[in-house]
């Protein structure tokens, strides 16, 4: 069995200088993130984007819910990479984060694809769940003390054969560490227990960014 590649940041340069260039208003979301200090750390990387950009185009995905939405790179990557008829709906509390992030949709001209709804997440679903909402994929980049309930809601939304995308499941590669018994590195380690034992999806870690767990649901029926 051959070993895994060490990315280092030379490598990751070169491997996002020969791939697919991102736009204009993708680049000046992550020049503004960048200018936040230790804030900018809840963007998603450049690799991320362009992993999130190949899952919504290879697998039809037409309705996307993000949980999370920061200053938009993760959205409006989502949504760029739709169809026309494509929708997103995103849930964030943090009212001046969503005016940026609604700044950055309109700069995209995205913002026919793009819904925000600002208020406490787990409401939030709560009230698309008695709509009976159902999204093709959902990706959850939020307060990480919630995310098993977040995970747990997200299967009630999630169509058939549809995909749960998580950020941060790595957390920074603490979560191997045993010397690190910090509250956030223990939420996150007990989450991927949690959902690796959990018959209703299949689970796969990918070591992007911050690391991506992607899960697929079984909904009574064979995935991958």
Known sequence: MGSNLVITKEIENYINNHSLELTTVQKEIISYNNSLG????MQI?????HFLHLIVKISNIKKILEIGTFTGLSGLTMSLSLP????LVTLDKNTERHKI???FFKKAKQESKIKTIIGPALESLSRLKKKEQ???LIFIDADKENYKNYYNQSLDLIKKNGLIIIDNVLWH????DKKKQDKFTKIIREFNTYV???KRTENLIFPIGDGLDRKSTRLNSSHW
């Open 196 to 198: 690796n034992s959990d």
């Open 84 to 87: 026309s008829d494509g929708k």
């Open 134 to 136: 159902k999204f093709d």
């Open 101 to 103: 992030a609604s700044n």
């Open 173 to 176: 590669g603490e979560v191997v």
């Open 45 to 49: 990387s450049i690799s991320q984007c």
């Open 38 to 41: 230790d804030i900018k750390r």
